[in-house]
């Protein structure tokens, strides 16, 4: 059993950073695939990054590469994503997610979810 908790959203302005914390809990962290989601109003749920157990591969959604940055501190049982050059289009609930082995786009496939944190980034 995995739980999770957001925290570092807020309301910025356009071309503004963010840095978002999932702090876990279990002693297996280190071996989860962490993900970032985000659901906007109106809008299903869309992956935004993943990084694999074990400081692995990273992966992004296009509409975020170069732009946001996924990292994972396990010592800490943390995982972050850095947003950068934020635009009104960013505006969602963001939801940090972990799973053993998911494609990395895929929500389905992740088992444990987080009560997400609201980024909004005025024009």
């Known amino acids: 059993q995995v739980q999770l908790a957001e925290s570092g959203g807020g309301l910025v302005q356009a071309g503004d950073s963010l840095r978002l914390s999932c702090a876990a809990s279990?002693?297996?962290?280190?071996?989860?695939?962490m993900g970032w989601f985000r659901q906007a109003p109106g809008k299903e749920r869309e992956f935004v990054a993943t990084i694999r157990g074990r400081g692995g591969a990273t992966y992004y959604a296009d509409s975020v590469k170069g732009r946001f940055t996924i990292s994972r501190d396990d010592a800490k049982n943390a995982v972050y994503l850095q947003t950068n050059s934020l635009k009104p289009e960013d505006t969602a609930v963001y939801y940090c997610a972990a799973g053993r082995y998911p494609s990395p786009a895929v929500s389905a496939e992740y088992a444990y979810w987080g009560q997400g944190t609201q980024v909004t980034v005025s024009s």
């Open positions: 279990g002693p297996t962290f280190m071996t989860y695939t």
